[in-house]
């Protein structure tokens, strides 16, 4: 407690000092995106002037105590200990330590009472991308004893390998009107009129006036008895797209129905078919997000040394996990994507609840003709974004920067990263179950509250 007083005394001092409010802890990039640093606002020129004589100090001002008097609290001691030294360097850490004024936060939230605080931890996965490469800290944000200690491990054994190498296939995002007609008559009319070739033309032009990032790809129609279902698909950027698609398909319905041959009884902006929030086989085939796949060959001794079990155990077992989660009709035959996507999603500012969706892939291990570890994983609808939503708050907008993206294409990015993630944490977790350390693993961190490096 002596210690987590002392820190938020330094970080005060140093806030108050240097008047930070929290339009300085956001930089706004020329194309509109969004990373945690130290620019400006009103205070943009004083800090300017400033910046060489207070650099050390302000970045430092939360991995480091004020004197060599004060002890050193846990989280910052972690900090150095897990943190890529160039993210400690360049990175303000100080929004983690929770000193913010209410209005921060009330653009994101309703009947605001206050906030929620979970732990962050970090692990480390190196990725070999069409746009992240290299080594990346990633935050977790989780209650789960046990979870961060994993996935540490499994990304050792992925970047032991060499890094997962991974491709982006796509990037999209629905929405789905439902339009109700009195009749089946009436409900072709409209069918056949919204499928003409010149009408995307028209609906494209209505739908981009909304937005400035977002691009509407194609439209398409079912027939349903006396309804029409129609799906919107947009490509938005660094941006998740929800809101962005929403805004662009209402716009563009409303003018559509000026001049349609037939008016509608009813109609609703989306009624499911877009898969918002679903788990659906169907993702495979109608990306909502990323679609993003990966592999790494762990070499075979490394797989012994680091996860303590064989590649013929590992093969087996993933094998056994499709074949039961197939029987049990579960959609998506991973181990447990969810839980990284998860820590990640609440850490860097993503819609948690997306993670329904996100979750929905399918993971591979097979053994090569030369013995060591092939690992597949293919997820086709990562629904995250580095701009917008609860990427702005303040500690949210620092765990992203920790992440250390590139500006152009950093959602690509960002997707590739977590990618590298998730196979370690597929790997961590068989091998767990073959060498039968799972429960062990989940009593000495949950129950002996263990703090030990891993």
């Given at each position: 407690m002596a210690s987590f007083i002392s820190l938020r005394k330094v970080v005060s001092c140093q806030l108050s000092r240097r008047c930070l409010s929290t339009s300085t802890l956001l930089r706004q990039s020329s194309n509109g995106h969004s990373y945690g640093g130290l620019c400006d606002g009103t205070s943009q020129n004083r800090y300017q002037h400033k910046q060489k004589?207070?650099?050390?100090?302000?970045?430092?001002?939360?991995?480091?105590?004020?004197?060599?008097?004060?002890?050193?609290?846990?989280?910052?001691?972690?900090?150095?200990?897990?943190?890529?030294?160039?993210?400690?360097?360049?990175?303000d850490l100080s929004p983690l330590d929770d000193i913010h004024k209410d209005g921060v936060f009330t653009r994101n939230i309703e009947n605001y009472i206050g906030?929620?605080?979970?732990?962050?931890?970090?692990?480390n996965v190196d990725v070999n991308g069409m746009y992240a490469k290299g080594s990346f800290s990633v935050p977790m944000a989780t209650t789960e004893a046990a979870l961060v200690a994993s996935y540490s491990r499994g990304c050792k054994l992925v970047s032991f390998s060499g890094g997962i190498n991974t491709v982006v296939?796509?990037?999209?995002?629905?929405?789905?009107?439902?339009?109700?007609?009195?009749n089946?008559?009436?409900?072709?009319?409209?069918?056949?009129?919204?499928?003409?070739?010149?009408?995307?033309?028209?609906?494209?032009?209505?739908?981009?006036?909304?937005?400035?990032?977002?691009?509407?790809?194609?439209?398409?129609?079912?027939?349903?008895?006396?309804?029409?279902?129609?799906?919107?698909?947009?490509?938005?950027?660094?941006?998740?797209?929800?809101?962005?698609s929403t805004f662009a398909t209402n716009v563009a319905i409303t003018e559509l129905l000026q001049d349609s041959p037939i008016q509608p009884q009813k109609w609703w902006l989306d009624a499911g078919g877009s898969q918002d929030k679903k788990a659906s086989s169907g993702l495979f085939n109608n990306s909502r997000g990323v679609y993003v796949t990966g592999e790494v060959i762990c070499p075979k001794d490394a797989v012994e040394k680091i996860l303590k079990t064989t590649v013929d155990n590992l093969n087996e077992i993933n094998e056994s996990v499709t074949i039961s989660q197939y029987m049990q009709g579960v959609t998506g035959l991973t181990c447990h994507a969810a839980n990284a996507l998860t820590a990640i999603f609440i850490a860097c500012g993503q819609d948690v609840a997306c993670v329904v969706e996100s979750h929905v892939g399918v993971t591979e291990m097979r053994k090569t003709p030369e013995g060591d570890l092939r690992v597949r994983l293919t997820i086709p609808s990562m629904m995250i974004g580095t701009v917008g939503g609860g990427t702005d708050l303040p500690s949210q907008n620092t765990c992203l920067s920790m992440i250390q993206l590139p500006e152009e294409n950093s959602r690509d990015a960002l997707a590739e990263v977590i990618m590298g993630v998730l196979v370690g944490g597929e790997l961590s977790l068989s091998a767990a179950m073959m060498a039968h350390h799972f429960s062990a693993a989940h009593k000495k961190f949950a129950r002996s509250g263990a703090t030990k490096r891993v």
């Open positions: 004589l207070d650099d050390n100090r302000v970045r430092y001002q939360s991995n480091k105590p004020k004197s060599a008097d004060d002890t050193m609290s846990v989280s910052m001691s972690n900090r150095q200990r897990y943190i890529h030294n160039n993210v400690l360097e360049t990175i906030t929620v605080k979970i732990p962050i931890g970090m692990v296939v796509e990037k999209t995002v629905q929405r789905a009107p439902e339009f109700l007609f009195a089946i008559s009436d409900a072709n009319i409209f069918y056949r009129w919204f499928n003409r070739p010149e009408m995307f033309d028209r609906i494209k032009k209505a739908a981009e006036t909304t937005t400035n990032y977002g691009k509407l790809k194609k439209t398409a129609a079912t027939l349903h008895g006396n309804k029409v279902l129609t799906k919107f698909v947009y490509e938005t950027g660094n941006a998740s797209g929800q809101n962005i």
